[in-house]
């Protein structure tokens, strides 16, 4: 497996949330090569019909530009990609097993048993012996722990720990006041200096807490107890206690707490040979809820109680809090989306700010819809974590003392965000007079129209029709949406016998603006023509990789062009009038479906109107998404009828 492969799989992974493709997918790692395809196929299926969905958007066009990536791993490599997922697998278990490890050898001996219980909890998690016995000998050794001598008893004389004599209550205490002496012993040993005694006394009172709260336990401890004071010989003793120290599943969390009820350290089926209880602590006047008595020393302070820190290289976090890897760059802005400015006189200066919330470069580019509004710089610094996208706008160009704007920002990678910018100019004291006259003016014919003497001057029986060449993804009329494509007909939303803004805008093309006066009863048409932002005449880079495309497809998404295409030649040479042509051309395609390079050796296609027609309409076709960098359809034929008429395709 490639590294690389490896990135993007899991950078991928990581947006959805799944562990593997083969979970992504529901498919079992033994399955058929057909069961892969069709799965592909179903899921690349479903990617097409969600790219214009955002909440699945960049999840559906990993999948379609990637397609033959994951053929690649699930049917080609598949072995080598379910070998890595074990191999990961048995890392991430590794980690896992190796706190549930530390824990067993907190204690600084590790017992046959405690061993043995290790190697069960290994197996429930999937590792195999050799595994889990390396990983044991390498945190014996990162540790400085032993593993108990073979001939060394387990429990007995030697290791035997007197409970009632650390706690300091007598053989016969009660339940509350064993509890009410354990706690009061806590906080005694938290003063201590010596943190590694702290240590070793905080697990032998744990463990001799978790023996006397439990009566069958107890009973057991206190018949080995006796047999200890009267002198009975290990075996015996080891014999009597079997069976009341607790399991490693009960005993597995490797916390310690101050509370009784939580104080479960990490331990094996059977406790490690305990030490001989520490020294009794200094006399601290008569306590009856303790049992002993004696006076204070320096060392004897109370502060509050806190649980003992867990031995070192074991980590308290929970293992599954880790954020999600995001996925590749993202595009976010800072700014409003609408921002309100004031001009006066000279030109004014402002910025947006842009950031990349994701990872890896973000490459994109910034627009302005209109000549009055200049960008410094239209590329975005792919490199920058923030950025700011400075713009200019330029007073005296401004048709209206109110106008609006619209920068786009455009990644490669297909995230768009817009900005509207409303800016007025400010008015001088005159202006100010002349906005009250228009007012008062206004309100004059408003009553007047209301008592008959005027009709009313509306748009909706004059017709305004506007062409676009080639299409719009949208047409405004004084700044309000009328409509898409390459023919709007719009009968309201204008004064009559005033000049109104038209404008059309479509992504890689420059705004194509119009003004135009609309006389009542008499119907108006304005024709766009949307120039291109790229004349589009360098190819694909080296080094990109191209891959194969659908040519039925690739003609679905032309077809809709040829129309326009045919009248746009018209206009261009009017010789070809009336003719059917079949123009041949080699046309290359981005990742995004967007045309990239149009080379053609046709004779109808040397006139560099022609060929600036072809380019413009099929630039303005959204050709599949791809799988790779580019594709190339070498000898398309577009079949072109020239209408014998000058006239826009609708």
Not at 444 to 456: K, V
Not at 465 to 481: F, G, K, L, R, W
Not at 520 to 531: G, K
Not at 541 to 546: D, R
Request: charged share 25%; proline share 7%; hydrophobic share 35%.
């Amino acid at each position: 497996m490639e590294p690389r492969d490896l990135e993007q799989i899991d950078t991928f992974l990581g947006m959805v949330g799944r562990t593997s493709l083969l979970d992504y997918y529901g498919l079992e790692a033994t399955c058929s090569d057909e069961a892969v395809d069709k799965a592909i196929k179903g899921r690349r299926g479903w990617a097409q019909g969600q790219q214009a969905n955002p909440k699945f958007r960049n999840e559906a066009l990993w999948l379609i530009k990637n397609n033959a990536l994951l053929r690649r791993v699930l049917v080609e490599k598949r072995e080598a990609y379910v070998k890595e997922l074990a191999t990961r697998s048995e890392s991430k278990n590794l980690q896992v097993l190796t706190l549930f490890i530390k824990g067993t050898l907190a204690g600084g001996t590790l017992t046959a048993d405690a061993e043995q219980a290790i190697l069960r909890q290994a197996r429930t998690m999937g590792l195999k012996d050799d595994a889990t016995h390396r990983q044991i000998e390498t945190l014996l050794k990162d540790t400085g722990a032993r593993r108990a001598p073979s001939d060394e008893p387990e429990t007995g004389a030697a290791n035997f720990v007197d409970y009632y004599d650390l706690i300091g209550v007598a053989l016969g205490a009660s339940l509350d006041e064993i509890e009410s002496a354990h706690r009061a012993k806590y906080r005694w040993a938290r003063s201590l200096r010596d943190k590694e005694r702290v240590t070793r006394l905080y697990a032998d009172l744990d463990e001799a807490w978790r023996v006397l709260k439990e009566p069958l336990r107890r009973a057991q401890y206190d018949a080995v107890y006796r047999g200890q004071m009267e002198g009975r010989p290990a075996a015996a003793a080891a014999k009597d206690i079997q069976g009341f120290l607790p399991g490693h599943t009960e005993a597995s969390s490797g916390k310690s707490s101050s509370a009784p009820e939580d104080s479960t350290p990490v331990s094996a089926d059977k406790t490690p040979p305990r030490r001989k209880a520490p020294p009794r602590p200094p006399a601290v006047g008569r306590d009856r809820s303790l049992g002993f008595s004696g006076q204070p020393t320096e060392e004897a302070t109370a502060p509050p109680v806190r649980p003992p820190k867990p031995p070192d290289g074991i980590r308290t976090l929970g293992l599954n809090t880790g954020k999600r890897r995001r996925a590749g760059p993202r595009l976010a802005v800072a700014s409003p989306e609408l921002l309100v400015l004031e001009v006066g006189r000279s030109p004014l200066e402002h910025g947006i700010i842009v950031r990349n919330t994701g990872r890896g470069a973000m490459r994109g580019r910034a627009n302005s819809d209109r000549d009055w509004l200049k960008i410094e710089r239209s590329r975005l610094d792919p490199d920058a974590a923030e950025q700011e996208v400075r713009f200019t706008i330029h007073p005296k160009r401004m048709p209206r003392p109110k106008s609006v704007a619209l920068v786009t920002l455009v990644t490669d990678h297909g995230e768009r965000r817009a900005i509207t910018i409303r800016v007025e100019k400010k008015r001088s004291l005159f202006g100010l007079f002349l906005v009250g006259m228009v007012l008062v003016a206004t309100a004059a014919g408003a009553a007047l129209w209301a008592s008959g003497w005027l009709s009313p001057q509306g748009a909706k029986d004059t017709p305004l029709t506007i062409h676009v060449d080639p299409t719009a993804e949208a047409i405004y009329v004084d700044e309000i949406q009328v409509g898409s494509g390459s023919k709007a007909v719009v009968t309201s939303g204008y004064l009559l016998n005033q000049p109104v803004m038209v404008r059309a805008t479509h992504d890689g093309f420059e705004t194509a603006t119009a003004t135009v006066t609309v006389i009542e009863n008499q119907p108006a048409t304005v024709n766009l023509h949307l120039q291109l932002t790229d004349p589009l005449h360098t190819g694909p880079a080296e080094g990109l990789t191209p891959v194969d495309v659908d040519p039925e497809l690739f003609g679905l998404a032309v077809k809709p062009r040829l129309r326009g295409l045919g009248a746009c030649i018209a206009g261009a040479s009017p010789a070809l009038a009336g003719q059917k042509l079949t123009l041949n051309a080699d046309v290359y395609v981005d990742s995004q479906g967007k045309l990239l390079y149009i080379a053609s050796s046709d004779p109808n296609l040397e006139s560099t109107e022609n060929l600036e027609c072809v380019r413009r309409h099929l630039r303005a076709a959204q050709f599949p998404l791809l799988d790779g960098d580019y594709a190339v359809v070498k000898g398309h034929e577009l079949k072109v009828t020239v209408p014998s008429a000058d006239g826009p395709s609708e």
